[in-house]
């Protein structure tokens, strides 16, 4: 079995800041990742949108997948989409989700988290480690694979 190239999604992702009354939007900047909750948020609870554009791995083959990773002990993941595609988690494990048949020349990579104060350590939370884009070579197993870029 190949072992995945990892590519780390750190730097400038773009953050909304969860929001307390529905009558203010959230607050939007770029802030480098990774970064815990805690330190971008404070004690503020609710859900927070975290994007990250980047461009298409060079060198794929066609039956490469492609994985994105996240963090353990994020919070509870709401949502994860890639150029505004819902993404389901992969069953052998739930922080991962196959984006192969997704990928485009440019991409936008949107998660949502909700966090809960006391839930996780201090330490924790948000995406305080890397989001990873990982390449697996051959087939990997079943799926698709990469077909077409668009």
Request: with cysteine.
């Amino acid at each position: 079995m190949n072992l995945p190239h990892r590519i780390r999604l750190q730097g400038p992702w773009q953050v909304h800041s969860p929001v307390i009354h529905e009558d203010e939007g959230p607050e939007i900047r770029d802030v480098p990742l990774p970064a815990t909750w805690l330190s971008l948020f404070g004690e503020k609870a609710g859900t927070a949108r975290f994007e990250r554009k980047f461009n298409l791995p060079t060198n794929l083959r066609g039956e490469d997948r492609v994985f994105v990773r996240l963090p353990v002990e994020t919070g509870r993941i709401v949502s994860c989409a890639l150029n505004g595609v819902s993404l389901s988690e992969c069953p052998e494990d739930p922080r991962t989700y196959e984006i192969s048949s997704n990928l485009q020349c440019f991409n936008r990579l949107a998660i949502e988290i909700e966090w809960i104060p006391g839930e996780l350590p201090a330490d924790r939370g948000g995406l305080w480690q890397p989001v990873l884009l990982e390449i697996v070579s051959g087939d990997g197993g079943s799926g698709t694979g990469i077909q077409n870029w668009k």
